[in-house]
């Protein structure tokens, strides 16, 4: 963890949807839980107070800077918490290494944490002066500069209007095209906000942008549809799923996945005969997603705009 994160500032980092979650999930005692996103392992830690005192939890980070603060925050509990540097998307592997072949509950908090927002070495913010990095993952390849300064006009534009719904892709791609190369986020946020113009008050111009690059670098929407796949196949009868998601094209994959999967049949409306012999596997809780109360907004402003949608595993005939 780099210097500007310290052991008390990760201790102050409040969980979006706390009690929300906790009861979404249920923990009891020797129940098997996967955190697949456990960050500061504030979930986490409520998860194994409320399954005391057997429970068992599994939490994967692609960040070791966040498994770092989790290994701390979970120290007493740490023989019944295994902690794993990996992808969500890959929670089938070390779940098996454990023994396990079905869990009572995964949670997966989607998108970027306030750790990882605050450390400006990340390059994640555009209020911070820092590198174009971007990654979870600091051992991954791709990093926000290579795409800011490789990618072809076209490409920029897909990937800004795709990833992150930039009315003003075009404008926005040629810009940072002509203002080549673009080293610290100050510099591309500038440009951005150049030709972006204005937005909605309070939304900084370059916030589509950096959310696009972020996005795009971590491959987060594939991982997500892997992720909800592993999740499925792993929860056992009446096991309970719970995905908080900050924007729209990630509630949007998790709604279509939850509903996709709570129907036996997904035919086209229009066929008149079933072809597709699906069987519901999930039972939808939360028919719409619960969102975060005013108090908590108050506290704990980038709660504003969480979605949790929760489904509970089903037996398939």
């Not at 994967?60 to 740490?78: G, H, S």
């Not at 190369?181 to 900084?204: C, N």
Request: aromatic content about 4%; glycine content about 6%.
């Amino acid at each position: 963890m780099s210097a500007s994160l310290d052991a008390a500032s990760a201790g102050e980092h409040t969980p979006v949807l706390y009690q929300n979650v906790l009861a979404a999930l249920k923990p009891r005692s020797a129940g098997r839980y996967i955190d697949g996103t456990i960050g500061a392992g504030g979930h986490a830690k409520g998860i194994l107070e409320i399954s005391s005192p057997a429970g068992l939890l599994l939490g994967l980070d692609r960040d070791p800077n966040a498994l770092a603060v989790a290994r701390r925050t979970l120290e007493r509990f740490q023989d019944r918490v295994t902690l794993c540097q990996s992808s969500y998307s890959e929670m089938a592997t070390p779940a098996a290494e454990l023994g396990w072949s079905t869990v009572d509950g995964i949670l997966l908090d989607l998108g970027l944490s306030s750790m990882q927002l605050a450390d400006r070495e990340r390059g994640f913010s555009f209020q911070h002066e820092g590198p174009l990095d971007m990654r979870f993952d600091p051992a991954s390849a791709a990093t926000a500069s290579d795409l800011v300064n490789l990618l072809e006009e076209d490409e920029l534009t897909q990937l800004l209007g795709q990833f992150g719904e930039e009315p003003r892709a075009r404008r926005v791609a040629r810009a940072i095209i002509a203002a080549r190369p673009l080293r610290t986020t100050r510099e591309l946020a500038d440009v951005v906000a150049q030709a972006a113009g204005k937005t909605r008050p309070g939304i900084h111009p370059a916030t589509r942008t950096f959310q696009a690059l972020r996005i795009a670098v971590n491959q987060e929407l594939e991982e997500l549809q892997e992720g909800l796949q592993a999740a499925l196949h792993l929860l056992k009868p009446d096991g309970r799923l719970a995905v908080i998601a900050f924007h729209s094209l990630e509630d949007r994959i998790v709604k279509q996945f939850m509903r996709r999967e709570s129907h036996d049949c997904v035919c086209p409306p229009e066929q008149p005969i079933c072809t597709c012999e699906h069987k519901a596997s999930l039972r939808l809780i939360t028919k719409r997603p619960e969102s975060a109360s005013a108090d908590e907004i108050e506290r704990n402003p980038r709660s504003r705009s969480a979605r949790l949608r929760v489904a509970e595993r089903v037996p398939v005939a």
